[in-house]
């Protein structure tokens, strides 16, 4: 596994592995890396001749008062992880490579960024959104790899790369839970036990509302209710928001549609967990 630091570097290398004829698989990643990430690796394997898996904890995409400082990292860890998936070339650029100045050129996918997590996460879109096509621009990758567990950021980069004609295809891979339902996040570290035995309930209360979507309730308000009260069963846990919403658009929906997108986005103590199911 090759390890490179330089833009122009990876750039170079990108180039030559086109003009060869490879297809370049990216995972682009914030480190301190799970199984989650393990299974974008491994379907960046099975479909390309060459896999990048990018660690880059990108500050424009935390508020002020956000977990930047405090994001889990572990360099090494990292490293082996890679190492034992298969991974072709870790890019790991410095905050001072990406920014050499202070940024004044972002990208901004309107409408889809402005709810859900950018309510409550101003800006946050933006910063994703404009690091992605910094990263696309760099790695050059044919295929994009990106878990469902941050659907919205799944749906405003796909936006992004469509809008801007960008040659790279978005691929979207299902999210990996822990034995209990638990979305892996790299977040999950900062719960404590009991906060921890607590956040099974966010899956629980989604499978809840799936049941009744599989058996032909599918109102939106019922299903928001059936999540709704299944998560105030923990104590410990706080809404911020039950969403069901158009699964493109991320539109709000009245009335069911045959797809579907419930979203959720709770806090435990101060650790904030998203996670999302598709009712088909």
Same mark, same amino acid.
């Given at each position: @596994?090759?390890?490179?630091?330089?833009?122009?570097?990876?750039?170079?290398?990108?180039?030559?592995?086109? +003009?060869?004829?490879?297809?370049?698989?990216?995972?682009?990643?914030?480190?301190?890396?799970?199984?989650?990430?393990?299974?974008?690796?491994?379907? $960046?394997?099975?479909?390309?001749?060459?896999?990048? =898996?990018?660690?880059?904890?990108?500050?424009?995409?935390?508020? /002020?008062?956000?977990?930047?400082?405090?994001?889990?990292?572990?360099?090494?860890?990292?490293?082996?992880?890679?190492?034992? $998936?298969?991974?072709?070339?870790?890019?790991? %650029?410095?905050?001072? *490579?990406?920014?050499?100045?202070? %940024?004044? =050129?972002?990208? @901004?996918?309107?409408?889809?960024?402005?709810?859900?997590?950018?309510?409550? *996460?101003?800006?946050?879109?933006?910063?994703?959104?404009?690091? =992605?096509?910094?990263?696309?621009?760099?790695?050059? %990758?044919?295929?994009?790899?990106?878990?469902? +567990?941050?659907?919205?950021?799944?749906?405003?980069?796909?936006?992004?790369?469509?809008?801007?004609?960008?040659? &790279?295809?978005?691929?979207?891979?299902?999210? @990996?839970?822990?034995?209990?339902?638990?979305?892996?996040?790299?977040?999950?570290?900062?719960?404590? /036990?009991?906060?921890? *035995?607590?956040?099974?309930?966010?899956?629980? $209360?989604?499978? &809840?509302?799936?049941?009744?979507?599989?058996?032909?309730?599918?109102?939106?308000?019922?299903? +928001?209710?059936?999540?709704?009260?299944?998560?105030?069963?923990? /104590?410990?846990?706080?809404?911020?928001?039950?969403?069901? &919403?158009?699964?493109?658009?991320?539109? %709000?929906? /009245?009335?069911?549609?045959?797809? @579907?997108?419930?979203?959720? $986005? =709770? *806090?435990?103590?101060?650790?904030?967990?998203?996670?999302?199911?598709?009712?088909?």
């Amino acid at each position: @596994m090759k390890i490179i630091t330089d833009i122009p570097e990876m750039q170079s290398l990108s180039d030559a592995f086109r +003009k060869e004829g490879k297809t370049i698989g990216f995972v682009p990643t914030m480190g301190f890396l799970h199984e989650g990430h393990v299974s974008l690796m491994r379907a $960046a394997r099975a479909s390309c001749d060459v896999v990048v =898996v990018s660690i880059f904890v990108n500050p424009t995409q935390f508020g /002020p008062q956000e977990d930047f400082d405090r994001y889990p990292r572990d360099e090494a860890g990292d490293r082996r992880t890679c190492n034992a $998936a298969g991974v072709d070339i870790l890019f790991m %650029p410095t905050t001072d *490579r990406m920014y050499p100045e202070k %940024p004044t =050129v972002f990208v @901004m996918v309107e409408g889809i960024s402005d709810v859900l997590e950018g309510a409550v *996460r101003p800006g946050h879109f933006r910063g994703v959104a404009t690091v =992605v096509s910094k990263l696309l621009h760099i790695v050059k %990758p044919h295929k994009a790899f990106f878990g469902q +567990k941050d659907y919205q950021q799944c749906a405003v980069i796909r936006r992004m790369v469509k809008d801007l004609n960008l040659d &790279a295809a978005i691929e979207t891979i299902p999210t @990996m839970r822990e034995q209990d339902g638990l979305a892996m996040s790299s977040r999950n570290s900062y719960l404590n /036990p009991d906060e921890r *035995r607590a956040a099974a309930t966010i899956y629980r $209360a989604l499978s &809840a509302a799936e049941q009744l979507a599989r058996t032909g309730t599918r109102e939106p308000e019922t299903l +928001k209710n059936r999540v709704r009260a299944v998560l105030q069963e923990e /104590p410990g846990i706080t809404i911020d928001y039950i969403e069901i &919403a158009d699964h493109e658009t991320l539109a %709000p929906l /009245p009335s069911a549609k045959n797809t @579907m997108v419930l979203l959720v $986005a =709770v *806090r435990l103590g101060r650790t904030r967990l998203i996670d999302n199911l598709l009712l088909l």
